[in-house]
Structure formats: C-alpha cells, structure tokens
C-alpha cells in the first residue's frame, strides 16, 4: 500500500466520523459554556448534539456527494454507479431532516428515529463487511464507515435509554396523588 493510498484511507475514516466528531466536541462545548443545572439539562445537550450533529452532518454529507459526484462516490465504495444513488441521496435528506426535527421532538419520536436510522445504518455495515468479505476493500467501503455505522446507532440509544432512566422531578399532581 503507497503513502498516497494509506492517506485517502485516513482521510475516508477522519471524514466518515467528522459527524461524530462535531457532535462529541459541539456537545462539550455546549455544557462547557452553559454549565446546565436542570436535571438532565447535560445529558439534553448531549441527546440534540447527537442528532443536530452526528445524524444531520452525515446524511447531508452523504447526499451532497452522492447527487454532485455520483460516480466517484460509488467509485469510492467500490461499487458501479447506478441510478438508484439519487434514490439514497433522497434518503438521506430524509434522514437529515429527522435528525434535524428530532432536537425539538419528545423522547418517545427520539427513540423511533434513532431505531430506524439504527436499521438503515445497520444493514449499511453488514452490506460493507459482505463487500470486505468479497475483497472490496476501496477506500469507501472500510475504516471509518464502519465506525460510524456500528457505533453512531449504538451511543443513540444508550443516550436515549440514560434520558429515560434519570429520576423525573416531582410535580404538584405527583406530590398530591
């Protein structure tokens, strides 16, 4: 492997996880600056940045490159172009518009989203490591995107789960019942 193959491959997995790099330091900073006291005020940002961030950032990248540079993305992923890019570009806005709605939405919409983004990322990682296990191993098609989709639906939901677990405040209608 050349030092200019072992660059594109970096250069993939950095971008692949730049989502997830945004979300992870956007919500750092966010709780740095704001220094949340509410319950469950830290564990809210993280959630929003997670979306906002994470799954917006991704599927808008994901469909930018895939409608002005259809054929080298599909280069990049090892595969042949095929119409059915512009479908998933579709998609993918789709996906960034949840992510993007899913900062305001309750936790219950919070946890289909993510759960459904979950399957699409899933079933996006299994078609990569069927690929890998082929011998398509193009810059695309390993490294970061298996980091993303493995990881991204998995940190949703333990974000999610964790916002659920915490004690509820005590409202007049509990404290009288």
């Not at 594109?8 to 950095?14: A, D, K, L, P, W």
């Not at 992870?24 to 809210?44: H, Q, S």
């Not at 998609?91 to 900062?103: H, R």
């Amino acid at each position: 492997m050349t030092d200019s193959e072992i660059g594109e491959y970096i250069g993939n997995s950095v971008g692949a996880c730049l989502p997830l790099i945004v979300a992870v330091v956007g919500a750092l900073i966010t709780v740095a600056v704001r220094k949340p006291t509410a319950p469950g005020g830290r564990l809210e940002i993280w959630i929003r940045w997670w979306f906002g961030a994470g799954m917006t950032l991704l599927a808008l990248q994901v469909a930018v490159y895939e409608i002005l540079l259809p054929h080298e993305f599909a280069l990049a992923l090892g595969y042949q172009y095929s119409p059915s890019e512009i479908e998933e570009a579709a998609a993918n806005v789709g996906w960034a518009i949840l992510g993007i709605g899913a900062i305001w939405l309750d936790q219950r919409a919070r946890w289909w989203i993510m759960s459904a983004y979950g399957v699409f990322l899933y079933i996006d990682l299994i078609n990569h490591l069927v690929n890998f296990a082929q011998g398509d191993v193009a810059v695309g098609n390993v490294g970061g995107t298996w980091v993303y989709d493995g990881l991204y639906p998995i940190v949703g939901l333990l974000l999610l789960w964790a916002a659920q677990r915490r004690p509820r405040r005590r409202t007049r209608e509990t404290q009288t019942a």
